[in-house]
């Protein structure tokens, strides 16, 4: 725990400007951002008396082991630079809402030549049109399904398209009428795309205009006595009416607004937000977030917004913002916002009316979702918490391992050895942390050396990182021939962290504890690893599969650990993750290598050449046998290089046939049965053999 006296400027080096500021800890990680009006007088806050700091204020400075500061000119353009920040940094200590980009949207491709009507996740693409967020993709696929009677927009992909343009029969939407099959040309591209400008129209809340004149068309084919033709208007009038049904009107005057809410306490808060389009609510999504410092309203409004409109430009940003508190100041928001947008934006409180009542609404949605997320994590908290303790007790740690790391090893039979290594940061996976490896330093199957090999890398990354951002104690220097000099890849002069980057690269962090997966003999190996490098600061246990033992380096008995223990249920969760993770980069690995091809060895020839070779000649054994003058008459392939892939096919041992488990026979090769590469694939041993994984 650092002193935050040890790292106060000095009074005189702080500006009296607009900027914003970083935290880092002693590995130079950023585990803040925030901005300021003036950063003298906001800086100053965090280096007051530690009681009259909040506890989670208290608990970030004395994390800290440094802080800097970059001067902006103003304070929309500090606005910026913090959001880009806390984005690129992901700041432990910062306000960070849970979820963002995995709301569904209902998108329309208008930037392909026949648009397609799906649903989207994720960031935003240019010239596609989208509507939403829903909070369930089923509530999408209800309302296209019912649009699509009276806008048959295309809904397939691409692959499904190109096969039924090919093939000229469309798909069964074709055939009953909720597509109008532009793929087989029913209807023109010009056609289309008409189509799905009025389906964006509609869900854009231009309804009634289109209902009046379908109504207007279903009189007028009554009057000529074209029975059929009205009742199929009257029905599409119906489909669109219940679609419309889903989005009911709240804001009578067709408004163009975003309501956000937040409900909060000491630790958390949920924020609400609907989405209000043409007056009726056109989607919604929450977040929740821990509150990691002290926060007023205003200031989680202003973290929203930020979240909500980052990445956002255009009508995307609506003409009216509604909020439950303003941030402070707000004029410097606002002109973001307007930035965002291309033209002003209103942020306000609403006091009466319909939209006060609206607000009213989105209020006890937070509210209740609020208590909806206590109910989910109120518990998890607690376990969390109380497993790194039993962990701690039980491991005999000083205090209680905030980073876990576990590594497994993985292989078939001694093939395609790999290593994982799993990162839990506070009892919660952190996935960008994840790592893995391939055994390099010997062949074949030994588990005890592939852990050693795999720890003595991981560690000698994190000294040479250590050395390289100057973290050596004073009068610590790395042995010439040690862990400090390693050249591995990724270590490279450019790699290690510098003063402008605060994101640990590759290795750079280190953990309280290290887990392996197994008992007593692969626990001695990584702790050899350890004290190989010096490092005498990290604790190392093992947790053997057969009976859950938990395992220390240079004891004879197993640490057991009650079958109730949530401490144990942390490092189960913590070892079969590691093995999952090993387990699929194996697979992985094995798959790549059961789809090698003699084609991959020749120099300049890509896939695109070697897929028109394959197609050209049907399959590898025919390629084989091909002459060099009939292999240069696939398209882009010259002399020399056929003459270059002949070699290699008469130098490479010949496919194994594929074999029919079930008879024995001896099967032909068949172009369907290639891989990739032009391999015959066969399925059944690999499978087969699948519970010799380890």
């Known amino acids: 725990m650092a002193d935050p006296s040890s790292y106060r400027p000095r009074p005189g080096q702080i500006p009296d400007s607009p900027g914003v500021y970083r935290f880092r800890d002693e590995h130079r990680r950023v585990i803040y951002v925030g901005k300021a009006k003036s950063l003298r007088q906001r800086l100053a806050n965090y280096f007051q008396d530690l009681a009259n700091l909040h506890p989670r204020t208290r608990s970030m400075v004395t994390t800290a082991a440094s802080v800097e500061w970059t001067v902006v000119s103003t304070e929309v353009e500090a606005l910026q630079l913090e959001y880009s920040w806390i984005k690129e940094f992901d700041p432990r200590f910062n306000v960070k809402y849970r979820d963002d980009k995995s709301y569904p949207y209902l998108a329309v491709t208008m930037n392909e030549e026949y648009p397609r009507v799906q649903v989207m996740r994720g960031h935003k693409k240019k010239g596609v049109r989208y509507f939403g967020p829903y909070a369930h993709a089923w509530a999408i696929r209800d309302t296209v399904d019912l649009l699509l009677r009276v806008f048959p927009v295309r809904t397939c992909s691409a692959g ?7 093939t000229g029969r469309p798909c069964l939407l074709g055939y009953i009428g909720k597509c109008s099959a532009p793929c087989v040309g029913r209807v023109s591209a010009e056609e289309h795309r008409e189509l799905a400008e009025e389906f964006s129209d509609f869900m854009a809340g ?16 009554a009057e000529e006595m074209e029975y059929e033709r009205a009742a199929r208007l009257r029905d599409d009038i119906e489909a669109l009416k219940k679609a419309m049904e889903k989005n009911a009107v709240v804001l009578a005057d067709a408004t163009d607004a975003d309501l956000i809410a937040v409900a909060e306490d000491e630790l958390e808060a949920a924020v609400q937000i609907f989405h209000v389009r043409g007056g009726r609510v056109r989607g919604q999504r929450g977040w929740v977030t821990d509150k990691v410092e002290e926060i007023t309203t205003g200031a989680l409004v202003e973290h929203a917004l930020q979240q909500l409109y980052g990445e956002e430009s255009g009508d995307a940003v609506p003409k009216e913002v509604l909020v439950p508190a303003l941030p402070d100041p707000v004029e410097p928001v606002q002109e973001w916002l307007a930035g965002r947008r291309g033209s002003g934006v209103s942020l306000r409180i609403p006091q009466r009316g319909d939209k006060r009542a609206l607000m009213e609404t989105v209020e006890r949605n937070a509210q209740q979702a609020l208590v909806l997320h206590k109910t989910k994590r109120a518990s998890d908290l607690t376990t969390r918490s109380r497993a790194l303790e039993e962990i701690a007790e039980a491991l005999d740690l000083d205090s209680a391992p905030l980073r876990i790391e576990c590594y497994d090893i993985s292989h078939l039979q001694g093939d395609d050895v790999v290593a994982s290594m799993v990162v839990f940061e506070d009892g919660l996976q952190r996935k960008s942390e994840y790592r893995r490896f391939q055994i390099k330093g010997f062949e074949g199957q030994d588990d005890v050396r592939s852990m050693h090999e795999v720890i003595s890398r ?3 990354r994190y000294l040479a990182e250590k050395e390289r951002t100057g973290e050596w104690a004073d009068g610590e220097t790395p042995d010439a ?8 890849p990724g270590n490279g002069p450019g790699n290690g962290l510098t003063e402008d980057d605060g994101r640990p690269r590759k290795f750079a962090y280190p953990p309280q504890l290290v887990v392996v997966d197994g008992g007593q003999p692969q626990v001695a190996a990584a702790r050899k690893a350890l004290d190989e490098l010096g490092i005498d600061d990290i604790a190392v246990c093992g947790l053997a599969k057969r009976l859950e033992e938990v395992w220390l380096p240079d004891q004879d008995d197993p640490v057991v650990l009650p079958r109730t223990s949530e401490g144990l249920y942390l490092l189960q969760r913590v070892r079969d993750e590691a093995h999952r993770f090993a387990i699929t980069y194996q697979r992985t690995k094995r798959a790549r290598r059961f789809r090698a091809s003699p084609l991959d060895d020749v120099p300049g020839l890509g896939d695109t050449r070697k897929q028109a070779l394959l197609k050209h000649f049907g399959s590898l054994k025919k390629l084989r046998s091909a002459t060099i003058d009939q292999i240069c ?33 001896i099967m032909e090769e068949e172009p369907g049965t290639m891989g990739s590469g032009g391999e015959p694939v066969t399925t059944g041993a690999p499978d087969q053999r699948r519970g010799q994984e380890t």
């Open 160 to 166: 499904v398209f190109k096969n039924a343009a090919r």
């Open 206 to 221: 231009r309804t009634g205009t289109y209902l009046r004149r379908l109504e207007q068309r279903m009189r007028e084919a």
């Open 481 to 488: 021939d040690g862990p400090g000099n390693s050249t591995g």
């Open 633 to 665: 008459e696939v398209p882009g392939i010259g002399r020399k290089t056929a003459e270059t892939i002949a070699v290699a096919l008469a130098q490479a041992a010949p496919a194994v046939p594929a074999v029919n488990t079930a008879t024995g026979e």
């Open 458 to 460: 991981r560690f000698r």
